[in-house]
């Protein structure tokens, strides 16, 4: 970021410095767990233990079979969802557990 006497944007400016300090990755990942969270609802919510972000990766690990199964078969419209959601491709991939 070069000094300028000309204003900018304030957050044109945070961004900047996020990606400049190395930022994104971890932001983006909280932001796509949060975002899940909201996605997902009560119900799914009920049966999620706990979700996290690696790689681009969006592991939920689930405490019954049948929704870990039920969630598999629909995770590409999830992943879509969710990558709507946050406003950019920051999940490639949903993996249940």
Not at 9 to 30: T, W
Not at 38 to 55: C, H, M, R, S, Y
Not at 82 to 91: F, H
Request: hydrophobic share 45%; net charge positive; glycine share 6%.
């Amino acid at each position: 970021m070069a000094y300028s006497n000309t204003p900018q944007p304030l957050g044109a400016v945070l961004r900047e410095l996020i990606d400049k300090a190395g930022y994104r990755e971890k932001i983006d990942a909280v932001r796509a767990v949060e975002a899940w969270a909201a996605l997902a609802g009560p119900q799914i919510n009920g049966v999620t233990e706990k979700a996290w972000v690696k790689d681009g990766t969006l592991f939920v690990k689930v405490r019954s079979a049948p929704w870990r199964h039920q969630l598999h078969l629909q995770r590409r419209p999830w992943c879509d969802r969710l990558n709507a959601e946050l406003g950019s491709e920051v999940i490639r991939e949903i993996v249940f557990r």
